[in-house]
């Protein structure tokens, strides 16, 4: 194995490692927040950096996540320049999925970054979800209301595409077949059908909250996670479909754990 192959191993690893920590919390406290409301407003990513902080050692922990993360970035955008995934580029589906691997390192550098302002103590109080900042921001230009919708539709799309994953398990083509056998891939399908599921549900939600907002022209309209935990809770048999999602999260978050280790680079 050459000594590339050996630093894409590691930077993949470190970056699924910072998954499973990011989707085991976050489940965690969707589950908690079955229990009282209150709790439904620490499921965000910067919740899940203070709760890491205030532990024992808690800034070297901070600090590890906060370098998968990184990496976890880096891998994305190692994926799409060195076309890891034997994409073709005269195929729109293909062109697309390299475009998303670009934009996916964004929000994990960003992710990154907030998890960096929590661990130095610089991080801004917010008044409002992130959502609704990207969507306001967005409606001051000509366009606006188009990108919003836009953002909505694309988010939509992404959700559809977890459920495909759920549906027909082809994430199991990523990972080392003569490593991941018998009771590990079963392990791996369970793990992963259940999280992409439970992320294709939010995801849906995020994104008709987008496109709603680029209907109506109201950036406050656009939601999150948070947003879409509450609206989850207000449906018939909201607290158990709540607990759900929760659950798959921590799915979610074993299933990367598998990548962690057997995931093909």
Request: net charge positive; glycine share 10%; proline share 1%.
């Given at each position: 194995?050459?000594?590339?192959t050996n630093w894409l191993n590691v930077i993949a690893s470190a970056g699924y490692s910072a998954k499973t920590v990011m989707y085991s919390l976050l489940g965690l406290?969707?589950?908690?927040?079955?229990?009282?409301?209150?709790?439904?407003?620490?499921?965000?990513?910067?919740?899940?950096?203070?709760?890491?902080?205030?532990?024992?050692?808690?800034?070297?922990?901070?600090?590890?996540?906060?370098?998968?993360?990184?990496?976890?970035?880096?891998?994305?955008?190692?994926?799409?320049?060195?076309?890891?995934?034997?994409?073709?580029?005269?195929?729109?589906?293909?062109?697309?999925?390299?475009?998303?691997?670009?934009?996916?390192?964004?929000?994990?550098?960003?992710?990154?970054?907030?998890?960096?302002?929590?661990?130095?103590?610089?991080?801004?109080?917010?008044?409002?979800?992130?959502?609704?900042?990207?969507?306001?921001?967005?409606?001051?230009?000509?366009?606006?209301?188009?990108?919003?919708?836009?953002?909505?539709?694309?988010?939509?799309?992404?959700?559809?595409?977890?459920?495909?994953?759920?549906?027909?398990?082809?994430?199991?083509?990523?990972?080392?077949?003569?490593?991941?056998?018998?009771?590990?891939?079963?392990?791996?399908?369970?793990?992963?059908?259940?999280?992409?599921?439970?992320?294709?549900?939010?995801?849906?939600?995020?994104?008709?909250?987008?496109?709603?907002?680029?209907?109506?022209?109201?950036?406050?309209?656009?939601?999150?996670?948070?947003?879409?935990?509450?609206?989850?809770?207000?449906?018939?048999?909201?607290?158990?479909?709540?607990?759900?999602?929760?659950?798959?999260?921590?799915?979610?978050?074993?299933?990367?754990?598998?990548?962690?280790?057997?995931?093909?680079t």
């Open positions: 194995m050459s000594s590339s406290f969707i589950l908690s927040s079955v229990i009282t409301a209150a709790e439904r407003e620490k499921a965000t990513q910067k919740h899940v950096f203070e709760t890491l902080q205030s532990q024992p050692f808690g800034k070297a922990l901070l600090f590890g996540l906060i370098v998968g993360l990184v990496c976890y970035a880096l891998w994305r955008w190692l994926q799409g320049f060195l076309n890891t995934e034997s994409l073709k580029m005269d195929k729109a589906k293909d062109i697309v999925m390299r475009g998303f691997l670009f934009i996916s390192g964004l929000f994990y550098f960003a992710a990154a970054y907030l998890g960096a302002n929590v661990l130095m103590g610089t991080d801004q109080k917010s008044d409002g979800s992130n959502s609704k900042h990207v969507s306001q921001q967005l409606m001051q230009y000509e366009w606006g209301i188009l990108l919003v919708a836009a953002v909505g539709a694309a988010i939509i799309t992404f959700a559809f595409i977890q459920f495909k994953h759920a549906y027909t398990a082809d994430f199991l083509k990523k990972f080392d077949q003569n490593q991941l056998t018998g009771t590990r891939q079963q392990a791996t399908k369970t793990a992963g059908r259940l999280g992409y599921f439970a992320r294709g549900v939010v995801y849906l939600f995020v994104g008709s909250f987008f496109a709603l907002s680029a209907f109506q022209s109201d950036p406050s309209e656009a939601g999150g996670l948070q947003k879409a935990l509450t609206t989850l809770t207000q449906q018939p048999f909201g607290l158990y479909l709540l607990a759900a999602v929760g659950a798959g999260f921590i799915m979610f978050g074993i299933y990367c754990g598998f990548e962690a280790k057997y995931r093909r």
